[in-house]
């Protein structure tokens, strides 16, 4: 698997919820959207899986044709009321994003940086439980920080100091990386691998790799067709072109402006 990239659909999520506070409503979807997303995922005949499972069992890419990988960034602690009991009754995997300096905390990178609201991060307890349920909790750095900004050094303690701290209370292998924000740094291959890494998950990518895995996020406005397009390999493929037209333009407008 590991010279094979990955083409396994990502979705990306933040916080589920009813009636959020007005900061969060674009990184949040309703709960009745979370359950329109998973009964499209049930009625595709798709699975959920994670990285753990793929390295652990050493899936191939016949095992992984009808699976799906759900993932949640930042690992907010409202995620225990309503998404996990609903993944849990349909027997379902995720993977959890945790930035390590933040566990037990609030997301002050939002805060500071967005004047958000401030949201109750998991616990270690709440962590432990997510690997006792068999759900995957991944890095997402140590700090939040935009990688892409930073030294080598400073991106690279972040990304292998993130996977000791969660490896250590969790007492498990960390396979997967999320980089804060889609930044993906200079050197970020040799340095996920360096840390021992298997995976690391951006958003928008030019080239897509292992070390820089495309994802999807679901929005509240998504109805049950594009919600079946972004799950579907025709989407996979409209982004790999449209990705890195979408970047360039983005640096061309930033140069201009
Ligand atoms: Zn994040």
Not at 13 to 41: D, G, R, T, V, Y
Not at 99 to 114: F, L, R, S
Not at 130 to 143: I, N, T
């Amino acid at each position: 698997m590991s010279r094979l990239k990955l083409n396994t659909p990502i979705i990306m999520l933040h916080h589920i919820a009813n009636q959020p506070h007005s900061s969060l409503e674009k990184w949040c979807i309703s709960h009745e959207k979370f359950l329109e997303l998973l009964n499209c995922i049930e009625q595709k005949g798709l699975q959920t899986t994670t990285f753990q499972e793929i390295v652990e069992r050493k899936l191939n890419r016949s095992d992984l044709a009808n699976k799906v990988i759900i993932s949640f960034d930042d690992c907010p602690a409202t995620l225990f009321d309503f998404a996990i009991p609903e993944l849990i009754k349909r027997g379902m995997k995720a993977v959890f994003y945790m930035p390590t300096e933040h566990i037990d905390g609030v997301n002050t990178w939002d805060i500071k940086e967005y004047g958000m609201i401030s949201v109750e991060l998991m616990n270690v307890t709440q962590l432990k439980k997510l690997v006792a349920l068999g759900m995957e909790v991944g890095s997402h750095g140590e700090k939040h920080i935009k990688l892409d900004t930073v030294t080598y050094n400073v991106a690279y303690a972040d990304i292998v100091n993130s996977k000791y701290t969660l490896e250590k209370l969790l007492e498990h292998p960390t396979y997967s990386f999320a980089y804060p924000y889609g930044k993906v740094p200079m050197q970020h291959e040799q340095m996920l691998k360096k840390a021992g890494y298997k995976f690391g998950l951006s958003i928008y990518t030019s080239l897509e790799s292992n070390f820089t895995l495309r994802r999807f996020a679901i929005n509240e406005g998504d109805d049950r067709n594009a919600i079946n397009l972004k799950l579907s390999k025709r989407y996979q493929m409209m982004r790999s072109l449209y990705d890195p037209l979408f970047l360039l333009l983005n640096k061309l407008l930033s140069k201009a402006f």
